[in-house]
Nanobody, 115 residues
Framework: QVQLVESGGGLVQPGGSLRLSCAASGSIFSSYGVAWFRQAPGKERELVANMDRAGSTNYADSVKGRCTISRDNAQNTVYLQMNSLKPEDTAVYYC?????????WGQGTQVSVSS
């Protein structure tokens, strides 16, 4: 059974930065695609960024140029570096690792952007 533990969320002022981390246990991490999603109050969960096993990335238009997804297969960890944060980035952020047969989600970490 894979467990995902997210960290790095918090309260930050507009224009600030945060780096989210998601550590996976119990898996061959390199065999999975990885992704970050977010869900704001009253809204549906949406994709923020993903990275396949080869390292190809994809970003939501709303975060392009401000966010970077990365992975460290040796540490079984996926990261989301977020810069120039805006109030509309406020949400619970979830990491996900997946392949054709399995799909795992973290418990979420709150990111709040406010002055």
């Amino acid at each position: 059974q894979v467990q995902l533990v997210e960290s790095g969320g918090g309260l930050v002022q507009p224009g600030g930065s945060l780096r989210l981390s998601c550590a996976a246990s119990g898996s061959i991490f390199s065999s999975y695609g990885v992704a970050w999603f977010r869900q704001a109050p009253g809204k549906e969960r949406e994709l923020v960024a993903n990275m396949d096993r080869a390292g190809s990335t994809n970003y939501a238009d709303s975060v392009k140029g401000r966010c970077t997804i990365s992975r460290d297969n040796a540490q079984n960890t996926v990261y989301l570096q977020m810069n120039s944060l805006k109030p509309e980035d406020t949400a619970v952020y979830y990491c996900r690792i997946f392949n054709l047969f399995k799909d795992y989600w973290g418990q979420g970490t709150q990111v709040s952007v406010s002055s």
